[in-house]
């Protein structure tokens, strides 16, 4: 447990510790950074260890007597010390550069010390962990050494402390925080703000009118319908008649199962009159059941009103922890949500039914995509989609970016003749070579957002959206380095809504705006009304 460095293992740590203070996506607070620091240290000396055993397993010749090996190590642990004072006093640089493209304050000048000293406690913590591992497996090969040749004990030692470490982490520690997260989260769910109080138009769900009961909605069913503008606000902005725009939702609690809470919504839909308005949006939520209210509200003034949204809630959790207990289950909610109101939808006539649209956001914009089985709507298509900020799993946009022009960048590609499917950022409206056709999916997305971006392969390749020209939220100084990036990006996830509105995975109402203006080409709108209201809604803080 106490064996001095391993030379090798300095060397790799070190420049993996010096890579993973260079810029990535999400700017990085001193703790945060600290961190990744001392995971990113304690991988590249695991590694550079793994490295040296495998050398000496193999039976291969050793390079150093024992001497020279300390004073090599000695040497090395200088020239480190050396890089990591060096890299740290470029650090605050490279995040404040981040940091000025997304309008952050710069950070402070202490930063690097703060970095310096959580990295070493965390770096410190791992290594003793991968020591202790190390003393398993030493005890186990010393033990199953006497019945099997050395090679072959070592190899099952390592087998049988990998399982017996993957047991306690997997089997104990993750199921006790899953547990705790399930428990906090459905608390949460069921928290009643008392603030928000029944609506009393009968029109809307959770109303003493509703097939819906306002305690069934859930924490975030209730704010998504208590919450919108309302027909008065939309007509004094716009100055033209207008209804009030109906949103209806159904909370995992509403109904016991998917079954029956699609029956629910629907029924719901027709009572309140949904399928009577001209545009009608199928809304699938995030993990938590939460709705974008800058969204449906750019959408509910674009629409004058006339606009109806159906959400049905498929979880409590949050959308990576519900991903991990039932990766499937929200992807099964929106199709069955889906089919019924396409179902019902296309037995009306065609010159009286509202145009149906499909959204999401982030989990809910994945979940969204998977609810259409194409060869069902190839008759009867829907009128278009806006999706989000889609995860990078999400199967449309993995499909339409790697099938994208290979003239036009990852992060804003172009597809076809985009007459179908167009992508745009912060920056500007889509754009294609073609008109429109009939059926019209808009991606939403910001360079900055790892939720989108991240990539499993960059631990051994750079990412497409690496080459090329950078986004203006993007820093020029980023990089790719194997392992590292993956590292880094992984952590970036986790912090994807730090950012302000605008940049990262915190999408701003006035984007959604533009992106609606694509997807359902409102009509009464110029380019003065339209920055009226988005400076209505960026005062009212979306």
């Not at 990085?28 to 490295?51: E, K, N, P, T």
């Not at 606000?233 to 609690?253: F, H, S, W």
């Not at 949050?318 to 099964?332: F, R």
């Not at 172009?414 to 499917?421: E, K, L």
Request: hydrophobic fraction near 45%.
């Amino acid at each position: 447990m106490l064996d001095p460095l391993c030379s090798m293992g300095l060397w790799l740590g070190t420049l993996f510790f010096a890579a993973s203070l260079t810029p990535s996506l999400i700017p990085r607070d001193a703790l945060l950074q600290g961190v990744l620091c001392g995971i990113a240290f304690a991988v590249g000396y695991w590694l550079g260890v793994f490295s040296r055993w495998l050398w000496v397993f193999l039976g291969l010749p050793r390079l150093r007597d024992l001497a020279v090996g300390r004073i090599a190590t000695a040497l090395a642990a200088v020239i480190c010390a050396l890089m990591v004072i060096v890299f740290l006093a470029q650090a605050s640089g490279w995040q404040n550069d981040i940091r000025a493209r997304m309008g952050m304050e710069a950070v402070a000048s202490a930063r690097p010390i703060f970095v310096g000293c959580v990295a070493g406690g965390i770096a410190l913590v791992l290594l003793l962990l991968g020591r202790l591992f190390g003393g398993v497996v030493y005890v186990l090969s010393q033990r199953l050494g006497r019945h099997l040749p050395r090679r072959v004990s070592l190899i099952v030692s390592v087998v049988l402390a990998g399982v017996l470490f993957w047991s306690i982490g997997n089997g104990v520690l993750f199921e006790a925080g899953l547990r705790a997260l399930d428990s906090s989260y459905r608390q949460l769910d069921a928290v009643v703000d008392t603030n928000l109080a029944p609506p009393q138009d009968p029109r809307k769900t959770g109303s003493s009118a509703s097939l819906v009961d306002w305690s069934g909605l859930g924490r975030m069913g209730r704010a998504a319908v208590a919450s919108g503008p309302t027909q008065a606000d939309i007509e004094a902005l716009t100055g033209l008649p207008a209804q009030e725009p109906l949103r209806i939702y159904v909370g995992l609690n509403s109904a016991d199962d998917i079954a029956a809470r699609v029956e629910l919504a629907l029924a719901e839909m027709i009572r309140v009159g949904a399928f009577e308005r001209s545009t009608l949006v199928i809304n699938t939520p995030t993990g938590t059941g939460w709705l974008d209210p800058g969204s449906q509200m750019a959408l509910e003034y674009l629409q004058h009103g006339d606009v109806a949204t159906v959400s049905m809630q498929y979880s409590y959790l949050a959308s990576w922890l519900a991903l991990m207990v039932d990766p499937t289950y929200g992807a099964d909610s929106a199709h069955a949500l889906f089919a019924a109101v396409h179902g019902h939808w296309r037995t009306l006539p065609r010159d009286q039914r509202p145009r149906l649209y499909l959204h999401g956001l982030s989990l809910g914009a994945m979940n969204s995509d998977l609810s259409v089985d194409l060869f069902d709507i190839l008759g009867d298509p829907f009128d278009g989609a806006l999706w989000a900020g889609p995860p990078f799993p999400s199967r449309t946009w993995r499909h339409a970016t790697q099938g994208r022009d290979p003239t036009t960048t990852a992060w804003r590609p172009r597809y076809g003749d985009g007459s179908v499917v167009r992508f745009m950022t912060q920056d500007g409206a889509p754009a294609g070579n073609a008109p429109w056709g009939s059926t019209r999916i808009v991606y939403l997305q910001y360079p900055s957002d790892p939720i989108t971006f991240f990539e499993a392969g960059s631990a051994l390749r750079r990412p497409a959206w690496m080459t090329g020209p950078r986004a203006s939220d993007v820093s020029d100084s980023l990089r790719w380095f194997p392992l590292v990036t993956f590292l880094q990006l992984g952590m970036d996830m986790a912090v994807a809504t730090s950012t302000p509105t605008g940049y990262g995975h915190v999408f701003a109402a006035g984007h959604y705006v533009d992106a609606w203006i694509a997807t359902t080409a409102p009509e009464g709108w110029n380019a003065d009304s339209v920055e009226t209201l988005k400076a209505k809604l960026a005062a009212e803080g979306l």
